[in-house]
């Protein structure tokens, strides 16, 4: 058996993730439903590890000591990306539609949690099944999966995984059938066609909210300095300092009692230290390249969780599991049909929003921006309606998503 300390399970964890992006280039379906590349390889490996074990082998232990703080990090710039400034920029849509997202991620876990209770499991699986893993996507599954652990559910890491999944591929398969059918249904057309919107290829979880933001200010360099380097060094220094400070948070939240992930006080820390920068520009944070040091973190942390996965142990859920999904994915295909469109406007743009709801409620922002992309390649651009999504799927959701799982956590757990 091999034994990999913490260094050597990382740069397995980094093989793993171009493993997958190979993958992902050459398998068309795989790029079409938009699967992370981490996944991709590090389900792989998990599959791999399991057929093995159950030959009687076990291959290979890893040590995921780097997986927390991987983890930590990456919530750490979603902290670093919720700007009042911004959420200001984006007018009273922004709110409504955040709100909206808000609103559905608790009925989300409500229905989650009725459905699971009804079938004889857990209510916790229905909430790990509900807003955890679908609105909030692999990452917040398997963020929030200790705790979920801790409170009874057993194989939570590899249960949110999964829902995480069949969430994605969902959200990128009836996203755009129905933002298809309000606009032929109701013969909406652009308002204009001077504005041109991003293929969906070219746009990123953060790429939409990033292009309101500055240039990344360069610092001034000394003789002979790299002001990239500069730069660089900045980004993760502010990054670390948040997380620093996010611990003391974490630690007060602990005392006083309250169940949270660890990420919360560095969410928070780096909240504060953004929307402080922005009125003072004393530190003028580096905003795309914190942002690129989160999605490397991400990308880092996924490939390790799921190269680690129990997949023997959800046997005995896989049924309750398909049944809370198949709920959830009717229940937001209604609500992106009916109170979604009219809310947002019953306009074009609104039909573009009603199919981004989709693809970032069941799946990930990349499924949001994929789904509008089908539409306004067709039908022509929707200007709001990548303003909106994105600012909401990539960055704020994550907050008020985080507030309430841990409320359903220390309610049901």
């Not at 990382?10 to 981490?38: D, E, K, M, S, T």
């Not at 991620?105 to 699986?125: E, K």
């Not at 990033?210 to 993760?236: I, M, N």
């Not at 499924?367 to 704020?396: C, D, H, I, S, W």
Request: charged share 10%; glycine share 12%; hydrophobic share 55%.
């Amino acid at each position: 058996m091999i034994q990999l300390d913490f260094v050597s399970t990382l740069a397995a964890a980094g093989l793993v993730l171009f493993a997958g992006y190979g993958l992902q280039r050459r398998v068309g379906l795989l790029a079409r439903h938009n699967i992370p590349a981490p996944v991709v390889g590090g389900l792989l490996v998990a599959l791999g590890i399991t057929l093995l074990r159950a030959q009687g082998h076990q291959p290979v232990t890893f040590d995921t000591t780097l997986q927390a703080p991987l983890m930590i990090a990456f919530f750490t710039s979603i902290g670093f990306g919720a700007s009042v400034p911004l959420l200001r920029s984006g007018g009273p849509a922004v709110a409504v539609f955040l709100a909206l997202a808000t609103a559905v991620a608790i009925l989300q876990n409500v229905a989650g949690a009725a459905v699971a209770a009804g079938l004889g499991v857990p209510p916790l699986l229905g909430v790990l099944a509900g807003s955890v893993t679908l609105t909030g996507g692999p990452a917040t599954g398997l963020a929030f999966a200790p705790l979920f652990e801790q409170a009874g559910v057993k194989g939570a890491s590899t249960l949110a995984v999964a829902s995480a999944m069949v969430g994605i591929v969902t959200g990128g398969i009836i996203g755009g059938p129905i933002g298809t059918f309000l606009i032929e249904r109701r013969r909406l057309r652009p308002a204009g066609r001077a504005v041109a919107s991003a293929p969906p290829e070219a746009v990123t979880a953060g790429d939409a909210v990033l292009a309101l933001e500055p240039p990344d200010p360069v610092p001034p360099a000394l003789a002979g300095e790299d002001p990239g380097a500069r730069a660089l060094l900045k980004g993760v220094v502010s990054l670390l300092a948040a997380m620093a400070v996010g611990s003391w948070i974490g630690a007060g939240f602990t005392a006083a009692g309250l169940t949270l992930p660890a990420y919360i006080g560095a969410m928070l820390a780096a909240a504060a230290l953004r929307n402080l920068d922005d009125v003072t520009g004393w530190i003028r944070l580096p905003h795309r390249l914190l942002d690129d040091l989160g999605n490397a973190a991400l990308a880092l942390f996924i490939a390790m969780a799921l190269m680690t996965l129990r997949l023997w142990e959800i046997a005995n859920l896989a049924l309750p599991l398909a049944v809370i999904l198949a709920v959830q994915v009717g229940l937001i295909a209604a609500i992106c049909l009916w109170p979604t469109f009219r809310l947002m406007g019953r306009d074009y743009d609104a039909a573009v929003m009603s199919s981004g709801f989709c693809g970032f409620m069941l799946g990930t922002t990349a499924n949001a921006m994929a789904n509008m992309g089908v539409l306004t390649e067709k039908y022509g651009p929707a200007p709001r309606a990548y303003l909106v999504v994105p600012m909401v799927g990539a960055f704020f959701i994550d907050f008020t998503n985080a507030i309430i799982i841990t409320a359903f956590l220390n309610l049901l757990g």
